[in-house]
């Protein structure tokens, strides 16, 4: 075998990996003036209003993931994921949470039940994640998750900056982020340990890259949306006549 095609080690691939996190929308223009007390309230409210929709979308993701799934010990530790989100009884999981957080940031919980707020494109872009855990082989769809090795940093630049910066925002709303603290760093481990044992080849892993890139695309798309609507204030067809 040629040394070129010659397979990463798990260390290798996993380091290919999270050299991905330059990718990631924390860096994003959108994320960083958010992160630096930039955005007025309507931008923040547009954020959270659009990211709810993601926070809705990633349980069916993930269901649609164990649907591909015949195996019953993946299946078992991966429906914690839905649980997480859709919550249970005594725990409402992380979809109540980011509802708190709409209600912290001033926006009515019936107008984000109802997408009221969602911009199109941010739509297209994270059906098109949904649609591809359906449509691929559950280790791959897995896999695309991913980007949640780069996810707990995000969640504790929230909770030490935003009291300070956005001081008109509710307590209350915070929870989310403290919750995603420690279950994302579970769920990163259990993804990397599918990821490292399934993707074989070199070929294969390089075509991983592929698909990390795909899920980083979809969030840097989200916020070129919500920079076109709330930064430049050009919102869909904002130059067409009423």
């Known amino acids: 075998m040629a040394t070129k095609n010659k397979p990463w080690t798990k260390k290798q691939f996993e380091k290919k990996l999270r050299e991905k996190e330059k990718y990631y929308h924390i860096n994003h223009e959108f994320h960083i003036l958010m992160n630096e007390g930039g955005l007025d309230k309507k931008a923040v409210q547009g954020w959270v209003a659009n990211r709810f929709y993601y926070q809705v979308a990633i349980p069916v993701k993930d269901a649609a993931i164990m649907s591909n799934c015949w195996d019953r010990n993946v299946r078992r530790n991966w429906i914690q994921r839905i649980i997480d989100h859709d919550g249970i009884d005594g725990d409402e999981g992380g979809i109540e949470a980011w509802l708190l957080l709409g209600e912290a940031v001033g926006l009515k919980r019936k107008d984000l039940l109802s997408h009221k707020f969602l911009l199109p494109g941010v739509k297209f872009a994270i059906d098109a994640y949904v649609n591809f855990a359906k449509q691929n082989p559950w280790q791959v769809a897995a896999s695309s998750s991913l980007t949640e090795l780069f996810a707990p940093k995000i969640h504790q630049k929230r909770l030490d900056k935003w009291p300070e910066l956005y001081p008109w925002i509710d307590e209350r709303g915070y929870h989310y982020f403290r919750k995603r603290l420690t279950e994302a760093r579970r769920d990163v481990q259990h993804g990397l340990d599918i990821t490292l044992d399934y993707y ?11 698909v990390l890139q795909f899920k980083i695309n979809v969030l840097w798309t989200m916020l070129d949306c919500m920079w076109m609507a709330y930064v430049e204030k050009k919102p869909p067809f904002h130059n067409c006549e009423k």
């Open 200 to 210: 074989k080849t070199r070929e294969d892993q390089e075509r991983m890259l592929d």
